[in-house]
């Protein structure tokens, strides 16, 4: 297989970035094995991608070009003496300059994206920002561009405190709603658990549960691309519809969603929806910030379905020992049920 220099340089940047598919990675493999001189440019590469960008970061590029020019003359100069050949597959010494520069660039552009910290916007050094949820609170959060969230309980959410000019980008652990400012010149995407949700102004429901790999994406308005973080699996999402990636994100499902179940947390509705005991348990754990502990055996029948809108927990275990036939205590944060 032959390789153009501006594939390698997409190759090479795809990898330090931490992006590269495991095609690219074989791509790249293969070229470093051909020669040592591919290999030798690849690690020069990345001692410059691995260190910090300091003071006199352009006058240390400076350096390095000239370095390489040195090599690159003194090699082919050696090379002229001995043989006048040159391998199949080594890279031309002569071309190293020019691909470094490219290779680099495209590095620089790599590194302002998703996971460069480093970068400077406005003039300013760019600082992160997480915004932690414990079990049983929600909130609001306003993000730079306006962009407005609602948070659930044992979640966070991780942004730019100031946002780049080409992109909003945000990571979340948990569950969170989306109020998007419409922006055309910078998308807004939500990375959760290897899913990348890509949006221009929208309101959607991003949800990752603590301990289920799988996530859940519900669209209320607007148009999202969804995207496993290896980009073999893409979808376009439609007002009312959930997709469900499960299966280390291998496999996408598209469904209709009802708006209470998928979305309702944010304005205080609490759902069973056909909950077994133990679903039921982690559910008011989580949504009131208690731990349950259980006296004798739930009925096998346990499946409730039942809505609460802002209801404390008093009021939800009252309605429901009536039904499931069970007496209850809530001292502090425990609740004890007794069957």
């Not at 071309?95 to 400077?120: H, I, P, Q, R, W």
């Not at 922006?183 to 995407?189: E, K, L, T």
């Not at 280390?248 to 005991?277: E, H, P």
Request: with cysteine; hydrophobic share 40%.
């Amino acid at each position: 297989m032959s390789y153009n220099h501006l594939h390698i340089d997409h190759l090479i940047a795809q990898f330090l970035s931490g992006n590269a598919t495991e095609q690219e990675q074989a791509e790249l493999e293969e070229w470093l094995s051909m020669s040592p001189d591919n290999r030798a440019v690849f690690e020069e590469l990345k001692k410059v991608w691995q260190a910090p960008p300091a003071d006199g970061y352009e006058k240390r590029m400076d350096n390095i070009r000239d370095r390489i020019w040195e090599d690159a003359v003194a090699e082919e100069e050696e090379g002229e003496e001995v043989s006048g050949i040159r391998k199949i597959f080594s890279f031309p010494w002569r071309s190293v300059a020019a691909v470094f520069l490219l290779v680099v660039a495209g590095l620089y552009f790599y590194s302002n994206t998703l996971e460069d910290k480093k970068n400077m916007v406005a003039g300013k050094p760019d600082v992160w920002v997480e915004k932690e949820n414990p079990t049983g609170k929600r909130s609001v959060y306003f993000l730079p561009d306006g962009t407005k969230v609602w948070l659930n309980g044992e979640s966070t959410i991780g942004f730019s405190e100031n946002f780049s000019d080409t992109l909003r980008y945000i990571r979340l652990k948990g569950e969170a709603f989306f109020e998007v400012v419409k922006d055309a010149s910078r998308p807004f995407i939500v990375e959760a658990n290897g899913i990348t949700v890509q949006a221009l102004g929208t309101a959607f429901n991003v949800s990752q549960n603590l301990g289920d790999p799988d996530v859940a994406v519900a669209l209320l308005e607007g148009k999202v691309k969804i995207e496993n973080k290896e980009k073999t699996h893409t979808v376009i999402l439609k007002p009312g519809e959930e997709l469900i990636a499960s299966k280390g994100n291998t496999v996408f499902a598209t469904q209709r969603f009802n708006y209470d179940a998928a979305i309702g947390w944010k304005d205080g509705i609490l759902i069973l929806q056909q909950d077994n005991f133990s679903s039921f348990c982690r559910k008011i754990e989580k949504w009131y910030d208690v731990k349950i502990e259980v006296k004798g055996k739930a009925p096998d029948d346990w499946q409730i379905r039942a809505r609460y809108q802002n209801e404390s927990l008093r009021n939800v275990l009252k309605d429901l020992s009536f039904n499931k036939d069970f007496a209850y205590k809530i001292e502090d944060k425990m609740v004890y049920l007794t069957f």
